[in-house]
């Protein structure tokens, strides 16, 4: 039985303006998905660029809201009157051991072993960054 080469282009093309092989067609068809991807990729891209500046944002307010709890004793922002040490402008990463060796117990406290227990790593991490930038 022989085929029609129109009907068998129409059916491959998708019209009679010429026949496209089946692997062609395929291939063309590929290349418009990949031009469709393309501005998906990109959106999907910014949109991690910004929530990832979102999540920056947040981890900073997060650290002044937990630092605000610290005020009482070690003084607005950090800056502490005396008596009990200043956090403003400690270093992130001594803070983050210190609080970590109050958590554990094996750093001596009347107070802090029980605040700092009350506190996530991440929370320890975002509070030490934000007096970290305080000045002193």
């Given amino acids: 039985m022989e085929t029609n080469r129109l009907t ?10 010429g026949c496209v092989p089946p692997a062609a067609a395929a291939a063309s068809r590929g290349r418009l998905t990949l031009l469709r991807s393309v501005p998906a990729a990109l959106a999907i891209g910014l949109a991690g660029l910004a929530s990832a500046a979102e999540v920056r944002a947040d981890d ?5 809201r937990i630092a605000a709890t610290c005020a009482n004793c070690h003084g607005t922002d ?10 403003a402008g400690y270093p992130a990463d001594r803070l983050v ?11 001596p406290a009347t107070i802090m072993h029980q605040i700092a227990k009350g506190y996530t790593d991440a929370q320890i991490a975002s509070v030490a960054a934000y007096f970290a930038a305080q000045r002193n």
């Fill in 8 to 17: 068998d282009c129409r059916r491959h093309a998708g019209g009679p303006g």
């Fill in 78 to 87: 950090g800056r502490s009157q005396g008596g009990i040490p200043a956090l």
């Fill in 97 to 107: 051991a210190t609080l970590a060796d109050f958590k554990s117990g094996k750093k």
């Fill in 60 to 64: 900073t307010l997060n650290g002044r």
